[in-house]
């Protein structure tokens, strides 16, 4: 539908379309380029959150897409801004992450001929972005912002930057312009008969089949669809990424791939849910899986198929629609197993065994795992976890449980150290909104990072607070950069440049209006906790563990949850023990 403009501004323009999508929450490192869009957000009702530095501001507009699966909208400068939005747009790309960058630029009037910009504000980032394009004039703003809407959030979901000349969000649209929302997907498609009774052949013929469910799945919601695969089949599912949590980590069918990924080898039979099968899955390659095991995959893009190991049932589709296909077909060809898989929980036994040792003591230096094991006590079933840092999260993948559909970020699989603050704060938010229009409360936020990662993005903080949001962070603080100090104490026996010292982190709360603690004895973490849930505002505890830890992780592979030796020629160079 079209409507008339000629009393509507540029950022007019944009704000009625945002809204019309349904995106009532967009982030904003505030500054005078985007001024008439931010007046128009403001009177139209759509919040704003005010960031501190670009690569916070997008990922914060990255993790209110991993939780609505809207499109996040972040505006920056692009001049001073885009060098540092890189890193959360890097983030967001390879996570799949739907996100769109409203980048003010120049106008074409004030180019310099000698001037140190180049022809192209979009230059650096169109190598690591889905789509990137300048707005001609203002009436054709709201043309080039439905694209951009759709390039972000189309097949594989990516990250868009449209440049918006200056001069643009405060002109005045001339004549009529599309501000309704247009379908931003198209139609999604089914898996070939074929394919799909193939992949219900090769689970039945299986002794020990295995589902993987990777982001694709968590993007497509295909949570119910895996639920029901799960409990009719008795199949085990590892979830990571976005993944997670789809089917309940119980333990018994649902586990994370970190944590079960020693049981991988023994399964003669994968369906791949929207997932790559890159580095943290050991590219899908022996030692951890078997060679000999057939490989059925889901995904939206052909591309995936033949990625690193050979792809023997290829499925294009998508992934909750395709799922429900092969339960189907699994139901009508009578398949029906007595028994829950005990291969799975057996080959995690001596990982779990070492695990459950650690981390018991009352008193004394705080283990990681305590710090983990009391989190998961005392959070709400249904909140959000966000996990950050390096040890950091090694550790909390060992011991936490997600049960939910989009309930578990993190950095993965860039690795950028911090973004988990963004994350969460963009998480937030878009629970704030949708609990808003489902007339409930909001799912509990929760962020676990490392000293080293809190560092990155703390100012952050200070736009939580100004936003009201309620977050639960807790700092895993051994006063260094973690997994480089032991790294180097492993190989070495040195260790340079790698120490932090014990900050007080919990007072940077308190400067930006937010609760803060500090826990030094074990005893402590969960009335901590139990006070960071109950309170009104953000809490950030500051707890610190035992810098000790990290280099008895180093030594047993039962406690590395995220591996590097996968490659086969890195083993034959390296020798990496099997239950790593």
């Not at 990777?214 to 895996?226: F, I, Q, R």
């Not at 789809?246 to 649902?254: N, S, Y």
């Not at 505002?537 to 707890?543: A, E, Q």
């Amino acid at each position: 539908m079209t409507a008339s403009t000629n009393h509507l501004t540029g950022g007019q323009v944009i704000s009625r379309i945002l809204k019309n999508y349904g995106i009532e929450t967009t982030f904003c490192l505030a500054g005078a380029a985007h001024a008439h869009a931010l007046y128009a957000f403001e009177d139209d009702g759509i919040a704003v959150i005010s960031g501190r530095h670009e690569t916070g501001t997008v990922g914060a507009a990255d993790g209110y897409a991993r939780i609505t699966g809207k499109p996040g909208v972040a505006m920056i400068a692009g001049k001073q801004g885009m060098p540092n939005a890189i890193g959360g747009i890097q983030t967001a790309r390879l996570a799949c992450s739907p996100v769109v960058v409203l980048a003010a630029v120049r106008p074409d009037a004030g180019r310099e001929s000698y001037g140190e910009e180049g022809e192209d504000p979009l230059e650096l980032v169109k190598g690591i972005t889905k789509w990137a394009k300048i707005v001609p004039n203002v009436n054709r703003l709201a043309e080039f912002l439905h694209a951009a809407l759709r390039a972000a959030s189309s097949g594989r979901p990516g990250v868009a930057v449209l440049g918006i000349p200056q001069n643009v969000e405060g002109a005045k649209v001339d004549g009529e312009v599309e501000l309704a929302a247009h379908p931003l997907k198209t139609n999604v498609s089914e898996a070939s008969a074929d394919s799909v009774n193939a992949a219900a052949d090769m689970i039945i013929n299986a002794k020990r089949p295995l589902v993987l469910a990777g982001s694709g799945a968590g993007l497509s919601d295909a949570g119910p669809a895996l639920r029901d695969l799960s409990s009719s089949f008795k199949l085990p599912v590892f979830g990571h990424a976005l993944g997670r949590g789809l089917v309940h980590e119980d333990l018994k069918r649902g586990f994370s791939w970190p944590l079960a990924q020693v049981a991988a080898k023994g399964a003669d039979a994968v369906l791949v849910v929207g997932m790559r099968l890159s580095q943290r899955m050991g590219f899908g390659l022996a030692p951890r899986f078997s060679a000999t095991a057939k490989f059925a995959q889901i995904d939206l893009i052909a591309d995936e198929f033949g990625r690193n190991r050979v792809t023997d049932i290829p499925m294009l589709g998508d992934a909750a629609l395709t799922v429900a296909k092969i339960t189907t077909a699994l139901k009508a060809k009578g398949y029906a197993p007595k028994d829950d898989p005990t291969w799975v929980t057996d080959a995690m036994q001596p990982r779990m065994t070492r695990i459950n040792e650690l981390g018991r003591n009352e008193t004394g230096k705080i283990h990681p795992y305590r710090l983990g094991r009391d989190l998961m006590d005392v959070m709400p079933d249904a909140a959000i976890f966000v996990g950050d840092g390096a040890d950091a999260l090694n550790w909390m993948l060992g011991v936490t449980r997600m049960a939910g559909d989009r309930c578990y970020l993190d950095h993965y699989p860039l690795g950028s150290m911090g973004i988990g603050t963004a994350l969460s704060i963009g998480a937030a938010a878009a629970e704030r909104q949708l609990a808003g229009k489902e007339g409930r409360d909001p799912r509990q936020v929760v962020l676990v990072t490392g000293d080293g990662s809190f560092g990155f993005y703390a100012s952050e903080w200070n736009a939580a607070a100004l936003a009201g949001l309620k977050i639960v962070c807790a700092i895993a603080n051994d006063g260094a950069w973690g997994t480089e100090k032991n790294g180097q104490l492993h190989s070495t026996g040195r260790n340079v440049n790698c120490e932090l010292g014990q900050a007080h982190y919990e007072r940077i709360a308190e400067v930006f209006g937010c609760f803060g603690e500090r826990v030094e004895n074990p005893s402590d973490i969960k009335p901590a906790l139990e006070r960071a849930f109950a309170a009104d505002r953000t809490t950030i505890l500051n707890v610190l563990t035992d810098p000790d830890a990290g280099l008895e992780r180093k030594k047993d592979p039962r406690l590395q949850m995220i591996t590097f030796e996968d490659l086969p020629s890195s083993h034959r160079a390296h020798y990496s023990p099997e239950v790593a």
